[in-house]
């Protein structure tokens, strides 16, 4: 199956322009779509829009193949292009060592499972970007993927009821030892 992606022509806030996008998605031959529009950031889908987003979907004859969801607020202290310094207080951020914030964040990729299962979906798609210079801290690291499997434990029942995966991303830039270190984990706490 090959699903096209809901923003190629860019995150329009417009919802004549997001319906256009997916009728000229579904008019170029393509039976799915990969929802990414606010795949960054902590926007929260209503219930109402997760409606329209439907309606269209059924009107022009296409199924979601998944959602691109978000990890948290958009963040403002990236390092490169591909690293950002981890802080505490990055809000709706499932790593977060803040419990509030940490909890905002499962709240925020509930929101995209919810989406995902409205739209008839089976998967989300969730970016993991390591903060991987701040694991030479002593207890970071282990802190760090406590916050990770928490979190994701949580969601485990909740996606498990809506037949829903969490497909994490790899990312470019991470380095491979930490990168192969962070599926090991996440295998080695959850079964596929």
């Not at 860019?10 to 929802?35: K, L, M, N, P, Y």
């Not at 022009?60 to 963040?75: D, I, N, P």
């Not at 509930?110 to 970016?127: A, F, M, S, Y």
């Amino acid at each position: 199956m090959i699903a096209f992606s809901s923003d190629y022509l860019g995150e329009s806030q417009d919802v004549r322009q997001i319906e256009a996008t997916i009728c000229a998605i579904a008019r170029a031959g393509f039976s799915h779509i990969h929802w990414v529009h606010e795949w960054e950031g902590d926007y929260l889908y209503s219930p109402s829009e997760m409606d329209q987003i439907k309606h269209w979907f059924d009107e022009y004859g296409v199924l979601a193949k998944g959602v691109h969801a978000s990890e948290g607020s958009a963040r403002k202290n990236v390092i490169g292009k591909y690293h950002y310094r981890w802080e505490a207080q990055n809000r709706k951020d499932y790593t977060s060592f803040d419990e509030y914030n940490r909890a905002a964040g499962v709240d925020l990729i509930r929101n995209r499972v919810d989406l995902c299962h409205k739209l008839g979906g089976h998967e989300i798609v969730l970016h993991m970007q390591l903060p991987y210079r701040s694991f030479a801290e002593p207890g970071f690291k282990e802190h760090y993927y406590a916050q990770v499997i928490k979190s994701f434990s949580e969601l485990k029942d909740y996606c498990a009821d809506k037949e829903m995966r969490i497909c994490v991303e790899n990312m470019m830039g991470t380095p491979n030892a930490d990168q192969i270190d962070q599926f090991e984990r996440l295998f080695a706490a959850f079964g596929p």
